[in-house]
């Protein structure tokens, strides 16, 4: 069963940062919060993960509460090809599943 | 470097059929392998995944099986499909070895049409 929450869609204008939120209020202390993505008819790519501290990347940031209820990643200036559905997912380190929720379909408005 | 293959990438098969459906790896050795289904619109259903040759572990009861005849091959099956089988179907892998956290990288897809 997928752990986490996210809401069903986003717009965000061209240019402009998207914040996409991620509820995963019963994560446990070695778990970690894992970002994909999945653009229309493609695999999930992955972007992002962390711990409890905030990461960053050459494709995103994520932000991380401080009681790991919740996190946000960051797009910090979409473009069109950011369109797709962003998955989270809370998995522990040794861990062999992957349990993705239905995702944010975020489409990135010209 | 790694890389993933699925076969075929479409697939249009009558109710009843058979099916298999396979995923190799390269550039890696003894990786944990995954199938997932993604119907129309919806999320990703974790299926099978499997830690080593001959060792398949099933997440939803169903018509679908898997097998791991080798290190890097991992297969989806089924004797006779139903039309509910539709879907997306991604194969994904992890390192298997060494320690600490990996993360999982998915394959091009086959999208499988059953009539």
């Known amino acids: 069963d997928a752990k986490t929450t996210q809401p069903t869609s986003m717009d965000c204008a061209e240019g402009r940062a998207a914040n996409l939120p991620c509820n995963h209020s019963?994560?446990?202390?070695?778990?970690?919060v894992y970002w994909y993505r999945q653009i229309h008819s493609q695999g999930p790519q992955y972007i992002i993960h962390g711990l409890k501290n905030n990461e960053t990347n050459e494709m995103a940031s994520l932000i991380i509460t401080e009681d790991r209820k919740s996190s946000t990643l960051i797009l910090p200036h979409a473009t069109l090809r950011d369109t797709a559905v962003y998955y989270c997912i809370v998995r522990v380190v040794a861990g062999n599943q992957f349990y993705f929720g239905t995702g944010t379909s975020l489409t990135v408005i010209p | 470097s790694q890389t993933i293959h699925q076969w075929p990438a479409t697939l249009v098969q009558p109710v009843g059929s058979p099916l298999s459906l396979e995923c190799t790896v390269e550039g890696t050795s003894n990786p944990n392998l995954y199938w997932y289904r993604q119907a129309a619109g919806r999320g990703l259903q974790l299926l099978f995944y499997?830690?080593?040759?001959?060792?398949i572990s099933s997440e939803v009861p169903q018509n679908l099986s898997a097998s791991r005849p080798q290190d890097r091959q991992f297969i989806l099956s089924s004797k006779k499909l139903l039309l509910s089988d539709s879907g997306f179907y991604l194969c994904?892998?992890?390192?298997?070895?060494?320690?600490?956290?990996?993360?999982?990288?998915f394959g091009p897809g086959t999208r499988l049409l059953v009539l």
């Open positions: 019963t994560i446990s202390g070695n778990e970690y």
């Open positions: 499997s830690v080593g040759i001959g060792q």
């Open positions: 994904a892998w992890i390192p298997g070895n060494g320690l600490g956290l990996k993360t999982q990288y």
